[in-house]
Structures are given as structure tokens and as C-alpha cells.
């Protein structure tokens, strides 16, 4: 079966780059660049995303700081080995930048400038729980498949009516969840009482589906019998 990566995890983000790229990694002689990309919220705040691009998307193109630009890719994963521990790590991969100016702005306003769309399959048991306001929030962990055989595990986050949906979901369990990435300061306590301040990075759901396989299955064989 062919798989459409695009519609499997596709993003869009609109913001301002707010550091210089630095050298991430190279793979088959082409090498990739990482720099942090400021994304507005609706409450006046922002998120800063860590932005991975190939070498061959800015041959042409300045990445420089306060440039506003249109990232289009998807939200991936890889493990990092350090302190003889795996870290799951997080990025944007860029698959086409544009400046955001005056010619593309009119089209760009039709978008958000923070979106996400995954489809994918629940892989921890959901984590429900409450804020001591009330707040209603569940934790899920969700394989997206990559071409490969590779996967990307994207921590969500759901909230309200989403996080009740999502508390009794069984690990195995194919969702397609609208929303967007987000970034949030934690404190890492460690063994000999030392902390230290990270970012984590999540998708903070919108809306949520269940994709139903044996209805999708009904509604083929019905189509070919038509």
C-alpha cells in the first residue's frame, strides 16, 4: 500500500526567525541547518520551533534574523543518545520556505500560521488528569509512519471534552488530530538535586478523530461492488 506522507503529517508555520542557522547534520553528502523560528499565538505569546532545512532549500534563500517566512514540512522525531540515556527529540523538517512579504501575503492570510495535521496511531496509554483549577488535560504519545519503515513519536496534548475522549483510548488505537505545535519551558530534576531548565515540544490538539478500519473497509467494498 502507498502512503501519502503529506497527508500522513503535513505543517504549515508563519513566523520570524529569531537565531542564526548552525550546521545540524549531513546525510548522503547533502547537509541540513537548524535555526529557531518565533510563531505568534492568538493570546499574544509565542512559540519558538526548532526549524531542520536542507542545504538545497536556502541555496538561493537568506535566512536572516526578523526575516518573516512560510515554512511548510513536518513534525518529526529522532532519539539523541546522551548521559547514557535516549532523548526523544523534536523538529520541524522544512520541505519548502518562502518570505512572507506583500506578493504572498494575501495567501498566506488564508492559512493559520501555526497548523498540523497528523494521522497516526496511539503507542502509550493515554495520561489523564487534572489541574488543581479544574482543567481538564490528557497526554498522548503518537506514531506517525515515515517512509522506510521509520516513525515519528509526537507527544500531544488534549484538552476539555478531547482529554475525557482520549482517556480510555487503547494503545493501537489510528487517529487523525488537527493542531498545533507548541513550545513550553519544564525543569529537569536530576539524582544529585540538580536542575535544569529545557524545552519540550508538543502538539496541542484541536480536534481529534477516531478513523474507523472496518467502516473505511464497508465503504470500499461498497464502492467496488458499485
Avoid at 174 to 200: L, W
Wanted: charged residues 30%.
Amino acid at each position: 500500500m502507498i502512503t501519502n506522507y503529506t497527508e500522513n503529517n503535513y505543517l504549515v508555520l508563519i513566523g520570524k526567525i529569531i537565531s542564526d542557522k548552525t550546521f545540524s547534520h549531513e546525510i548522503y553528502g547533502e547537509s541540513f541547518y537548524l535555526f529557531n523560528l518565533e510563531v505568534p499565538r492568538l493570546s499574544g505569546n509565542e512559540d519558538v520551533i526548532p526549524i531542520t532545512i536542507s542545504e538545497r532549500l536556502i541555496a538561493n534563500f537568506d535566512l536572516g534574523i526578523g526575516k518573516k517566512i512560510v515554512v511548510e514540512g513536518q513534525f518529526r522525531s529522532y532519539n539523541s543518545y546522551e548521559n547514557e540515556r535516549n532523548r526523544l527529540v523534536l523538529t520541524v523538517f522544512a520541505k519548502d520556505v518562502m518570505e512572507y512579504n506583500e506578493e504572498n501575503q494575501e495567501e498566506s492570510k488564508e492559512r493559520v500560521s501555526n497548523e498540523v495535521t497528523l494521522n497516526g496511531y496511539i503507542c502509550k496509554k493515554p495520561i489523564y488528569r487534572q489541574t488543581p483549577f479544574g482543567r481538564e488535560i490528557a497526554d498522548l504519545l503518537l506514531a506517525v509512519n515515515r517512509a522506510y519503515n521509520k516513525s515519528d513519536y509526537i507527544p500531544c496534548i488534549a484538552w476539555g471534552r478531547n482529554a475525557r475522549f482520549c482517556e480510555n483510548m487503547e494503545i493501537g488505537t489510528e487517529v487523525k488530530i488537527v493542531g498545533r505545535v507548541q513550545s513550553r519551558m519544564y525543569e529537569k530534576k536530576f539524582e544529585d538535586g540538580t536542575v535544569e531548565q529545557r524545552v519540550a515540544y508538543e502538539v496541542s490538539i484541536g480536534s481529534l478523530e477516531v478513523i474507523d478500519k472496518k467502516e473505511n473497509e464497508q465503504e470500499n467494498s461498497e464502492a467496488e461492488a458499485i
